[in-house]
């Protein structure tokens, strides 16, 4: 079992700054990719960005050139750096993880940005 933790979250104004973490934990777990999503209240769950064993990574159109994804080495922690926030990235985010097995439902609890407008 994985157990994700994130943290950073809160509120900033538009144009401002936050960096997430997610730490990953638990006996047993072999992570090849991990990543962020976020989500509104009544709307589907999105892929922010994501990062794998080899350092590649995925972004979502509309965070490009603002937010960057990071990890360890070891795949136990991932990062999100968020700049020039948008009113529009107002949401919850989550951590997710993908196993070497190709199970990917591992979810952190969730962390809430909020962007005044």
């Known amino acids: 079992q994985v157990q994700l933790v994130e943290s950073g979250g809160g509120l900033v104004q538009p144009g401002g700054s936050l960096r997430l973490s997610c730490r990953a934990s638990g006996r047993g777990t072999s992570i090849v990719a991990m990543g962020w999503y976020r989500q509104v209240l009544g709307k589907q769950r999105e892929l922010v960005a994501r990062i794998t064993i080899v350092g590649g990574t995925e972004y979502a159109d509309s965070v490009k050139g603002r937010f960057r994804i990071s990890r360890d080495k070891a795949m136990t922690a991932v990062y999100l750096q968020m700049d020039s926030l948008e009113p529009e990235d107002t949401a919850v985010y989550f951590c997710?993880?993908?196993?070497?097995?190709?199970?990917?439902?591992?979810w952190g609890q969730g962390t809430q940005v909020t962007v005044s407008s």
């Open positions: 997710n993880i993908r196993d070497r097995w190709g199970r990917d439902d591992f």
